[in-house]
């Protein structure tokens, strides 16, 4: 009986040091892209890389992704990707997509490239696996031999709600709202007890706040209004006002992130990309006093115990 009682102990002690000695769980975030429409060589389109456990997924393809990968992680990154999330179908997301999925195959990808967005998400794949058929028999049947698999999509019309979950990575979509483009979804990332979230397109949407709230890491959309009525000022004042009135602007986000009360609240996806963090940061804290970072592409954060922000070159 007393050694069955020991070997009851030795197991269960077994199974506590190999919690203790298991890492915490982390997520680690790059800004690949924290620009917008207009191109600028130093902010390149959206784009944003989240590594948790196996998985390797980026939120949206905008211009220069594919560049931003190769800089950070060369062939194997670039060809790695396990999943794309777009969170709407606006160009400046979207248009960096034939590259990572023609690139990442030529790097070394030997499965379909698996890109999950909102309807229409499909038919865009569909469209580009027509556009670029040339391409693809050259490359697949003629020249190199690249194994087929790689050449196609595995793509997903989302809804609101769990996309996947595996390897101990939960994803979900969320509605947000970015005016008449619709459907528009943020993302919420679980790993390990820790949240990121990321508030794609949007104006101030309760959704984003009630996604957040809590989380570690909420990674947030910003206009500045003034440098943009001060920098559009040859445009339509009209469609300038139209392009504002869809998204939050630094003292809604204020009130957000008060709301939400994330770990650390992040701008990306700065509009217009000259704004400063002087045009940024000050409306904001007028709601909000916790820690905020104005992101700049090629940022790496560490989401663990402690939220440490470093440079990727």
């Known amino acids: 009986m007393l050694s069955r009682w020991l070997t009851a102990v030795a ?15 982390h997520i680690v975030v790059t800004l690949l892209g924290t620009g917008n429409p207009r191109p600028d060589d130093r902010r390149f389109g959206p784009a944003i890389l989240v590594e948790a456990d196996e998985e390797r997924i980026l939120i949206d393809a905008g211009r220069g992704a594919t560049i931003r990968l190769f800089s950070i992680g060369r062939a194997p990154l670039l060809s790695g990707i396990t999943a794309v999330l777009l969170t709407h179908l606006h160009s400046d997301h979207t248009v960096g997509l034939p590259d990572l ?12 490239l698996a890109v999950y967005g909102p309807a229409g998400t499909r038919t865009l794949t569909e469209h580009l696996t027509q556009a670029y058929a ?47 483009v619709t459907p528009a979804y943020g993302y919420r990332i679980e790993h ?18 009630a996604a957040a709230r809590g989380a570690d890491l909420l990674v947030h959309e910003v206009l500045s209004p003034e440098v943009e009525r001060r920098l559009s000022a040859m445009r339509d004042p009209a469609q300038i006002e139209r392009v ?54 090629l940022m790496r954060i560490d989401v663990g115990p402690r939220i440490v922000i470093s440079q990727r070159r």
């Open 11 to 25: 197991v269960a002690l077994l199974f506590v040091s190999a919690a203790l000695a298991a890492p915490p769980a």
């Open 192 to 209: 390990g007890g820790r949240v990121v979230v990321f508030s794609g397109d949007t104006r101030y949407s309760a959704a984003v706040a």
């Open 244 to 297: 504002i009135a869809h998204h939050t602007t630094p003292e809604e986000a204020g009130r957000l992130f008060a709301d939400a009360k994330p770990r650390l609240a992040v701008y990306s996806h700065i509009v217009p990309s000259p704004a400063r963090p002087a045009d940024l940061v000050p409306p904001t804290r007028r709601a909000y006093k916790g820690p905020l970072v104005v992101g700049t592409d």
């Open 134 to 180: 040339f391409d693809v028999h050259m490359r697949r049947d003629v020249d190199e031999r690249l194994p087929a698999t790689g050449a196609d999509f595995d793509a997903h019309d989302v809804t609101p709600g769990v996309v996947f979950a595996r390897h101990g990575v939960t994803v979900t979509a969320f509605a947000v709202d970015h005016g008449p």
């Open 101 to 112: 999925w023609l690139t990442g195959w030529i790097f070394g990808r030997r499965a379909p």
